[in-house]
């Protein structure tokens, strides 16, 4: 389970049709409960590193980038909990693409953005054999 | 050559909540083959099925990528730090 703010959902939403016809992406800062929940404190948007003719379906988060974005998480006293970015088009499903580069542990949101406006938000999360994505709750926090 | 090796968090389930693992090793490639025989279920998260690094884990030692270098190959020296770092890639 992951718990999001309202906010959060929406600044994922926004940044996905900021950046539509193409991917946005971006880490969730927050911290792990002892029973492997995540409570999300903050998004941190992230420019896609992939080239032009890509982005409209492919996002790439360099890891330089993640480096910047977990020392940031440390100065607050907490982690990378996950990373979001959009599908614009298409459904909040992971793709193949999403789960031969995945990692584990970290929650996968994912937004569709349909012609240009943020619609399904869905979080996966990959099991530990790497065979697939499971959906995960998404709780709404304050 | 005894260097350590930082685990990046969604692999540290696999190690017991380690954020870090000393191991000896002569060889960047050597200490993570060292890191994945003592934590077996991560090994999957680090190799292909042909035995090469996933191409969006990147290893630095002492904060150079081991691809500007010698890749797994690159030469260790006594105190070193390996970090492994996820690039995130969506599709």
């Not at chain 1, 959060?8 to 996905?16: S, V």
């Not at chain 1, 031969?100 to 943020?118: D, F, M, R």
């Amino acid at each position: 389970m992951i718990t999001l703010a309202e906010e959060h959902l929406e600044e994922i939403g926004r940044h996905g049709e900021r950046d539509y016809p193409h991917e946005c992406c971006g880490l969730l800062i927050g911290s792990f409960a002892a029973d492997g929940t995540k409570i999300v404190q903050e998004t941190y948007p992230i420019s896609n590193a992939r080239e032009e003719e890509a982005r409209h379906h492919r996002s790439l988060i360099l890891p330089e980038e993640l480096m910047r974005g977990e020392r940031y998480a440390l100065n607050k006293g907490l982690d990378v909990v996950g990373n979001y970015h959009s599908h614009p088009d298409h459904p909040a499903v992971p793709s193949q693409y999403d789960l031969e580069h995945a990692w584990p542990t970290w929650s996968y949101i994912i937004v569709s953005v349909q012609k240009g406006s943020a619609a399904d938000l869905r979080s996966w999360e990959m099991q530990n054999d790497r065979s697939r994505f499971d959906e995960e709750e998404i709780a709404k926090g304050l | 050559m005894s260097v350590k090796i930082s685990i990046p968090t969604p692999l540290r389930r696999y190690t017991g909540g380690q954020a870090e693992m000393s191991v000896d090793a002569q060889t960047a490639g050597e200490a993570l083959e060292r890191l994945s025989a003592t934590y077996g279920d991560l090994r999957k998260h680090l190799y292909t099925d042909q035995n090469t690094l996933r191409h969006f884990v990147n290893v630095y030692v002492n904060e150079e990528d081991i691809r500007h270098g010698d890749g797994p190959a690159t030469a260790l020296k006594d105190g070193d730090t390996i970090m492994i770092v996820p690039a995130i890639a969506g599709g």
